[in-house]
């Protein structure tokens, strides 16, 4: 027979070597036990020399196919069962080959933060208390705004002063301010306690935001002087730096146009609606960058179990971007109804006073006027925004109902309604009880829990790495 010739080849190797030879030909379900156990016995017999490597002594296909072709061919079938049989030797372990997909997945990621699952945490957490803070320092400028704080400070210093610290401090504190068309028209009769009341709002926003300034910016010089930081992380904390420092500025541009006289006599002094729309807007712009780029450290793969899955989020993620840019526009548009103090000219709902649409919604020119500067336009405006919104985010999860998506996925959508739900209903009791700061500020700490829900929605539905795409079942295991 075949196989005795060849035994009768190699049989002055080592008579070992012929019995791991012939039990390998003739027991394939035991290959694995036997070779481990050949390898302790005789070096000259381990696994790695029997399939890979030429033994000493075993001559080679040329010389073998000089002297016999017979032989030769019976050892070219030799190796070709030898090939045939390593892919039942990578079958033996589940375990095994799962945990080499994995390897290979997480190989495939272009990782936010090096140095290991100790980096990454921390630096998780870094970002979320950054995001944390500012989400404070926007809840904290509408409760400035609803007290009328904002321009109780005459002066601006990028790198802060201290606060007045004896009674010859504060009036003179006092006497800058008197000299404002603030005091002038509006608080002329104040009393030293009540300016002490908002100079102290204005001076914890501005220290709150500097403040966020120096927590940001001395973890973000250690992480990256310990190398835990991509370059590409790097340059997007970068430019989160540099917006937060322009905030700043931002925020004394809008300021200063409260200092300003009014143009006409009967009006009342405050901010530009143009320039605290844009605070606004830089505020969450901050914010979005940090808690999409926490998420990303944190969760580098969205949730997928299965193609089907992945199928199901891209269309939600088709329907979620506009969404989330529409519930960005209305937020926005609110900015407009404070800096018009729009939200206190009809106080009525769902009409506006005795109609539906007031008379005068078109009586400025130029006609984008009527838009952003028009009390009545600029909240019919929020209300239509707002319903449509309500609306949008209520036919998403109506037609994520019959998808196979991810359960977190779902789970998401529904408290993305339920806010929604909620943040509607806080708008109508700000409006119907005349603004009061306390729902006021809610109603603006609303607009921005959901704004985080869409960019978590969004964050989660993101397609994932192809190599994790690779090692996807077609239907998820139930």
């Known amino acids: 027979m075949l196989e005795t010739r060849l035994i009768s080849i190699i049989r002055n190797n080592s008579k070992a070597f012929l019995h791991q030879a012939s039990s ?8 694995s036990s036997s070779l481990s156990r050949v390898s302790n016995e005789s070096p000259l017999l381990k696994p790695s020399r029997f399939f890979h490597s030429k033994p000493a002594n075993v001559p080679s296909a040329s010389s073998i196919s000089s002297k016999n072709p017979i032989i030769y061919n019976g050892f070219t ?8 049989f390593q892919p039942s030797i990578r079958k033996v372990s589940t375990a095994t080959a799962t945990a080499t997909v994995c390897k290979e997945n997480s190989e495939g990621l272009k990782f936010l933060v090096t140095a290991g699952p100790h980096a990454k945490k921390a630096i998780g957490i870094w970002l979320f208390a950054s995001a944390a803070w500012v989400f404070s320092m926007v809840v904290l400028g509408g409760v400035t705004r609803l007290t009328r704080s904002g321009l109780s400070m005459t002066e601006w210093k ?3 002063s201290l606060p007045p610290l004896s009674e010859e401090d504060w009036l003179t504190e006092f006497e800058k301010y008197k000299q404002s068309p603030e005091f002038k028209r509006i608080n002329k009769g104040m009393h030293m306690d009540d300016f002490k009341f908002i100079y102290w709002m204005e001076y914890a926003h501005r220290m709150w935001g500097r ?9 973000f010089g250690y992480f990256l002087r310990k190398g835990y930081i991509t370059p590409q992380l790097g340059l997007r904390l970068s430019g989160l730096v540099a917006l937060g420092a322009g905030q700043g500025l931002i925020g004394w541009w809008m300021v200063k146009s409260g200092l300003e006289e009014p143009t006409s006599e009967y009006s009342e002094p405050r901010v530009s609606p143009y320039r605290l729309a844009t605070h606004l807007t830089s505020a969450f712009v901050i914010y979005c960058g940090l808690f999409w780029t926490a998420l990303s450290v944190v969760m580098p793969e969205p949730p997928a179990e299965s193609v089907a899955w992945v199928n199901g989020a891209a269309k939600v993620k088709r329907l979620a971007i506009p969404i989330s840019i529409l519930v960005g526009v209305t937020a926005i548009s609110g900015a407009f109804v404070a800096g018009n103090d729009a939200g206190r000219a009809f106080n009525t709902f769902p009409k506006m006073g005795d109609t539906w649409i007031p008379d005068d919604i078109f009586s400025m020119k130029p006609l ?8 009545s336009t600029v ?5 239509i925004l707002a319903s449509a919104t309500l609306v949008s985010i209520g036919g998403l999860w109506l037609a994520t109902k019959k998808l196979d998506i991810h359960p977190a996925v779902r789970s998401l959508i529904g408290s993305t309604l339920g806010m929604a739900a909620l943040q509607v209903t806080l708008g109508i009791s700000t409006l119907l009880s005349y603004v009061p700061v306390g729902l006021g500020s809610a109603h603006q700490a609303g607009a921005l829990t959901l704004l985080t829900l869409m960019i978590l929605l969004n964050h989660t539905v993101r397609r994932p790495s192809l190599s994790l795409l690779k090692s996807l079942p077609s239907v998820a295991r139930t």
Not at 78 to 83: A, G, I, P, V
Not at 368 to 375: L, V
């Open 24 to 31: 390998s030909l003739f027991s394939k379900t035991r290959v």
């Open 77 to 84: 079938s030799f190796l070709k069962f030898h090939k045939g």
């Open 158 to 160: 990028f790198t802060g």
């Open 211 to 219: 403040a966020l300034g120096i927590m940001f910016v001395l973890p």
């Open 368 to 375: 984008m006027r009527n838009f952003f500067e028009n009390t």
């Open 379 to 383: 909240q019919l405006d929020h209300r």
